[in-house]
């Protein structure tokens, strides 16, 4: 199995390699700066960048691992002790405190 994965990572490079766009211009080139274009400014100019696109992933990243934790718990609900419910709880009061921060902090506010 590892050396069927390895094989084909190894073949998707090899072939977007072989049959990818070869023309590297300027603007190909340049580093990506998450939509800010680094010749007029942005990161190392002395302005100030931007963090909000990384805050709002970050609360994704966030809300899918509680999707990861509750999914096994949500299929094994009927086997599982007591206390598993009131760590479920708790583990939703943490979420709602950060969800409450984050609002005040107004980092779902795009304008």
């Not at 709002?56 to 990861?68: G, K, N, P, R």
């Not at 718990?73 to 002790?81: E, G, N, T």
Request: glycine share 10%.
């Amino acid at each position: 199995m590892l050396l069927v994965g390895l094989g084909i990572g190894i073949l998707a490079v090899v072939v977007s390699g072989l049959l990818g766009p070869k023309k590297a211009t300027r603007a190909k080139l340049m580093a990506y700066e998450s939509g800010n274009d680094p010749e007029r400014g942005g990161v190392g100019t002395g302005q100030r960048f931007p963090v909000h696109f990384y805050l709002v992933a970050m609360l994704f990243i966030v809300f899918d691992i509680e999707t990861a934790f509750f999914y096994p718990l949500a299929v094994a609900y009927q086997k599982l002790p007591q206390f598993a419910f009131f760590e479920a709880i708790t583990f939703v009061l943490l979420l709602l405190v950060g969800y409450v921060y984050v609002l005040k902090k107004k980092v779902l506010e795009w304008a």
